[in-house]
């Protein structure tokens, strides 16, 4: 049973209903969260959505202490202020929508303004270990074949999970979106890196676009496959690449999609087996390190970073890659770039006996210097603990970016580097900008 699974019974109410829908045509993703931060606030306040909004009606103080001590019971527990915040967020959301369709005027004027500690801190993030190129061999090695091919498309190609297959089973990469894919004989052929075509409705910025698969998870696909047809399953192009069987005698009778949580399963499962307690998404981490090593060695451009990762990209990019219908030579030069970055993130190539210095030390020299240190003071640097570290970097940028002033305007593609490194988002301007701060 999901959480959506266990929430739905909110569903049977007309306006929570719409809500819902409002929210999930943005993001499947996004409005599953709201309504289990929703559902969750609800069931251990001994409350309903309809009772929070008459509380907000008759006695808007008492829901605020009651938010307020759900906080702290949330602490307690361990949980960060960047995810209690979240409730925040709903509770508010829930509101103004209620507010906005009623219309209700109290209702709509309402907020939770409590400052959360710790909001927009990513502790979590920021010291979770990126595993190197040995151990994600190592770990590779530990999974089951459909995990090599989970563990391949996060690593290899950087797809998000719910890209493998959406948060309630209903889509997901099917074999026909695999370049090249006989299924015949299930070989690639001569295509030593074959593209994979992430259409909208599994993109997280609604666009379609495509990544590479290299010839290491090409191998990973093959001998998965091959696997699935030996147990008698019909694979046809609209079968899906990731398979979960819907008994427990292991046959293939596959559900119509993988779910997003099964697939977190799938890798989560492989990194336990080598005590890795690390979040299946570092694999993500794992793939845009590696292919920003590229781009700052000359194998990668930037736009084809940025479009590979399935970011957004700035106005050039929007141009010359997110219009779709690419000329084949852009898409061979693509190829080209993205086969010579393979280095840096394949573990079929790995020698441990070489490998001295760790992805994780390349990459931490990588946001010193994109700070300002000379390469001499990243190297005294890179060995400093994760606080320390970042400490540092905070006030290096503080200095040398910011001049005394709190805020700094920056492109759409520079802000996760910038959030990485310890800013904080503000706000979104026109002209593909936005505004972030430092941390008071």
């Known amino acids: 049973m999901t959480f959506t699974d266990r929430h739905s019974k909110w569903l049977q109410d007309k306006i929570v209903r719409e809500w819902y829908e409002k929210t999930r045509r943005r993001s499947k993703t996004n409005a599953n969260v709201m309504l289990r931060n929703l559902g969750l606030f609800c069931e251990r306040n001994d409350l309903t959505p309809m009772l929070i909004i008459e509380m907000v009606r008759d006695s808007p103080d008492r829901l605020v202490q009651i938010f307020n001590a759900y906080t702290e019971r949330l602490r307690k527990e361990g949980k960060e202020g960047s995810y209690i915040t979240k409730y925040k967020t709903t509770i508010n959301n829930w509101c103004r929508y209620y507010g906005e369709t009623t219309p209700d005027s109290k209702v709509?004027?309402?907020?939770?303004?409590?400052?959360?500690?710790?909001?927009?801190?990513?502790?979590?993030?920021?010291?979770?270990?990126?595993?190197?190129?040995?151990?994600?061999?190592?770990?590779i090695v530990k999974a089951t074949p459909r995990g090599k091919v989970c563990i391949a498309l996060m690593a290899f190609s950087g797809l998000r999970p719910e890209s493998i297959g959406d948060e309630n089973g209903e889509d997901g990469i099917k074999l026909s979106d695999i370049e090249g894919l006989d299924l015949k004989d299930l070989s690639f052929g001569d295509l030593k890196?074959?593209?994979?075509?992430?259409?909208?409705?599994?993109?997280?910025?609604?666009?379609?676009?495509?990544?590479?698969?290299?010839?290491?998870?090409?191998?990973?696909?093959?001998?998965?496959?091959?696997?699935?047809r030996k147990a008698g399953e019909e694979l046809t192009e609209d079968s899906p690449l990731i398979?979960?069987?819907?008994?427990?005698?292991?046959?293939?009778?596959?559900?119509?999609?993988?779910?997003?949580?099964?697939i977190a399963r799938e890798i989560r499962t492989a990194f336990r087996k080598l005590g890795f307690q690390q979040r299946p998404y570092v694999l993500r981490r794992y793939f845009l390190s590696a292919l920003s090593i590229a781009e700052s060695k000359g194998l990668i451009t930037h736009e084809d970073r940025l479009f590979i990762a399935g970011h957004v990209g700035d106005i050039q990019s929007v141009y010359t890659r997110q219009k779709g219908n690419l000329?084949?030579?852009?898409?061979?030069?693509?190829?080209?770039?993205?086969?010579?970055?393979?280095?840096?993130?394949?573990?079929s190539i790995v020698n441990p006996a070489e490998e001295s210095e760790s992805l994780e030390k390349r990459v931490k020299l990588m946001f010193l210097t994109m700070s300002g240190f000379t390469p001499a003071e990243a190297e005294e640097l890179v060995n400093l603990s994760d606080e320390d570290l970042q400490k540092k970097m905070k006030e290096k940028l503080g200095m040398k970016i910011l001049n005394g002033n709190s805020q700094k305007i920056v492109s759409l593609e520079e802000v996760e580097g910038y959030i990485m490194q310890g800013f904080e988002y503000v706000a979104q301007i026109p002209g593909n900008k936005c505004i972030i701060r430092l941390p008071k």
């Open 243 to 262: 398979a979960f069987s819907t008994d427990k005698k292991g046959s293939y009778h596959v559900r119509s999609m993988p779910r997003t949580l099964l």
């Open 193 to 228: 890196a074959s593209r994979i075509t992430v259409r909208k409705n599994l993109s997280k910025s609604r666009r379609e676009y495509f990544t590479f698969i290299s010839p290491e998870g090409q191998r990973y696909i093959q001998e998965y496959l091959t696997e699935r």
């Open 108 to 139: 709509l004027s309402f907020k939770i303004t409590n400052k959360i500690e710790g909001a927009n801190e990513t502790n979590t993030v920021w010291k979770e270990h990126v595993p190197t190129q040995t151990e994600l061999h190592d770990i």
């Open 327 to 347: 000329n084949v030579d852009i898409v061979n030069q693509m190829r080209e770039s993205y086969l010579k970055s393979a280095k840096f993130f394949e573990t």
